[in-house]
């Protein structure tokens, strides 16, 4: 059995994803390839695109807001020589020939752009194997519509109706989860984390600003700083090599003792460690957040994706959000002030949480093909 996943590198949550799902799959004896599906196709389509992201979402995001806005009100496109369909028929016939070499059963698009490629190729190349597409936030994005895959993997089931407005069967739908590495099912308890991670057994709050360190989250710790409660805390800050130098300069002059991260691969422990965590509401932080039953504080969603997963953790009572008029001090007061408020979370979250998407979806590709057989 052979699974080849096409991701596409606009932050990191996508190619995540995809790891996430092979590294099961590969335990299972399955073989698996990842392709950056622009990079494959062109590297200098994929240094934009990954830089368009970049910009637009960390220095314009109020006018990505407004394009994320306007694409989720357009209209299905049908016409048959649409711009995007005239793109992903110049741009999949390379993909083409690595398909045919490699002749896999499934194929799994971890972004729209590879999803919408797959649906060209299956539909004008004849494309035969299985295909899925894994939706990576708490929405349905758009242009997902314009796609024709044989499943999808959602977060949730709450979702079904945002599919069936895009015209996708239901009996399409698995909300198995956003796959998330197997090592964030295993719960540890805080007192083990610590002891792992080297730092003192108190109250802990984990600070995180995505893989890029999008969040300047200087601000923030001065404030949360003057808290008059007793609280250690660890920041994340990514790939983000200023602002964890910043961080640094900062520890020596603030009250709380601050463990100061850069880019790190354990986070796991670190969720475990922590009695809550700080954090922009991407898809991927916001899955392993649940999966470890830790409760969230939202800060600095990217307009667009971002905001519709602040609109479904809020509506859910799985998170507290940060705004103008609701300061991170507030937050972080009444949820450590509250034992009742932290409990309530934790149980909607066992509800909502997919700590096993990864085992599920991999599960569900060996069964079909198997059965195909």
Not at 59 to 71: C, M, Q, W
Not at 86 to 105: F, G, H, V, W
Request: hydrophobic share 40%; charged share 20%; glycine share 6%.
């Amino acid at each position: 059995m052979k699974v080849l996943f096409l991701s596409v590198t606009a932050g990191q949550g996508h190619n995540q994803t995809a790891k996430a799902a092979m590294a099961y799959l590969q335990q299972q004896d399955v073989e698996c390839t990842m392709l950056d599906t622009y990079e494959y196709i062109n590297s200098i389509i994929s240094e934009s695109i990954a830089r368009g992201y970049l910009i637009s979402t960390k220095f314009t995001p109020a006018a990505y807001g407004r394009l994320y806005r306007l694409a989720e009100k357009r209209e299905k496109s049908n016409a048959k020589f649409s711009i995007s369909k005239l793109t992903n028929a110049i741009l999949s016939r390379k993909l083409i020939n690595y398909i045919n070499d490699y002749k896999p059963d499934v194929i799994v698009g971890t972004h729209i752009f590879s999803a919408q490629i797959i649906t060209h190729m299956v539909q004008r190349c004849k494309i035969n194997c299985m295909t899925i597409g894994i939706i990576t936030d708490y929405t349905i994005h758009p242009f997902w519509e314009d796609t024709d895959l044989d499943y999808y993997i959602t977060a949730n089931e709450q979702l079904n109706l945002q599919m069936m407005k895009k015209g996708i069967p239901v009996e399409k739908v698995k909300p198995f989860g956003i796959p998330i590495h197997m090592k964030f099912a295993q719960k540890i308890v805080a007192l083990e984390a610590r002891e792992q991670l080297g730092i003192e057994d108190k109250t802990t709050i984990c600070m995180m600003g995505g893989s890029m360190g999008y969040v300047n989250v200087i601000p923030l710790i001065k404030k949360i700083d003057a808290l008059d409660l007793d609280f250690q805390m660890i920041c994340v800050c990514g790939s983000n090599k200023k602002l964890k130098e910043k961080i640094d300069s900062l520890a020596n002059k603030i009250k709380k003792k601050i463990y100061n991260y850069g880019f790190i691969d354990n986070v796991d422990v670190i969720l475990d460690a922590s009695n809550l965590i700080i954090t922009k509401p991407g898809g991927l932080t916001v899955s392993e957040s649940l999966a470890k039953q830790t409760p969230m504080i939202m800060i600095n969603p990217i307009p667009g994706q971002e905001d519709r997963n602040v609109e479904f953790l809020l509506n859910n009572g799985l998170a507290m959000h940060i705004t103008k008029t609701f300061s991170i001090d507030e937050a972080i007061f009444q949820l450590l002030g509250n034992e009742w408020r932290q409990h309530n979370m934790q149980q909607v979250i066992k509800h909502i949480g997919r700590p096993y998407a990864a085992k599920d979806l991999g599960d569900f590709i060996i069964e079909m093909v198997n059965g195909k057989k």
